[in-house]
């Protein structure tokens, strides 16, 4: 499956720890996206690479998180000094950058603080 | 700022009935409009989009859309629903000249009972 992947699929850690999650994107597909997830509510934007440039970021993205794509191809996020309300679903997504094309989804990384 | 709002937070319906989710956004100028899926336990899956060209989109599984740009609206239907329709629906709205973020609604969970 060439898919988008995520990891860890799960990471249970205690409020004030740092957490990173890693996204490999579909293979040449140069836009990767982060988005967060929350019971009962759609997908919301963070941020939004191009290559490895980081041409957008969510006002959701607070100090706390910063995301990376160094080479153009897998992408971290992380999060530091975890905060409750940062519990949720943390999704990866990408497109290619020829054309209008929709974007591609991994299962996500669920977060729980403790 | 764009905006898409979904009309049911939650749907029931018997095997075998019509299906009509409703979708509008607000946004004044040319978008790209999606339908994505979540099955239980599954990632986010692309059902249907619209770029341009006839309003009356079909997908895979048998759903298909509408866009009234008069409207605003981007309507997702299917004529006869299956229990293994049961999952959360997405519509997401994208600007046309943009290829970051894409808005995604606050979904409607279907309940299919067989």
């Known amino acids: 499956d060439t898919g988008v992947s995520q990891n860890p699929r799960h990471k249970i850690t205690k409020r004030g720890q740092n957490v990173t999650f890693r996204c490999d994107p579909i293979?040449?597909?140069?836009?990767l996206y982060w988005y967060r997830q929350t019971l009962g509510q759609g997908p919301e934007f963070l941020t939004y690479f191009q290559n490895e440039a980081q041409l957008e970021k969510s006002r959701l993205l607070s100090d706390r998180f910063s995301a990376e794509r160094p080479k153009g191809s897998f992408s971290t996020l992380e999060i530091q000094r975890t905060e409750q309300g940062d519990s949720a679903m943390y999704l990866c997504?990408?497109?290619?950058?020829?054309?209008?094309?929709?974007?591609?989804f991994g299962d996500g990384t669920r977060l729980s603080i403790l | 700022a764009q905006s898409v709002s979904q009309h049911n937070h939650h749907v029931i319906l018997s095997e075998a009935a019509s299906l009509e989710l409703g979708c509008n956004y607000s946004?004044?100028?040319?978008?790209?409009l999606f339908w994505y899926v979540q099955y239980p336990g599954q990632h986010l899956q692309l059902l249907l989009k619209y770029f341009s060209g006839d309003p009356l989109v079909k997908g895979i599984k048998g759903f298909e859309a509408e866009f009234i740009k008069s409207k605003f609206s981007f309507n997702l239907r299917k004529p006869s629903v299956q229990w293994s329709d049961t999952a959360e629906y997405f519509c997401?709205?994208?600007?046309?000249?943009?290829?970051?973020?894409?808005?995604f609604g606050p979904g409607t969970s279907l309940s299919v009972i067989p």
């Open positions: 997401a709205v994208r600007r046309e000249t943009s290829y970051d973020k894409v808005i």
């Open positions: 293979s040449e597909h140069n836009r």
């Open positions: 946004y004044g100028g040319t978008v790209n």
């Open positions: 997504a990408s497109s290619p950058q020829t054309g209008n094309q929709p974007q591609h």
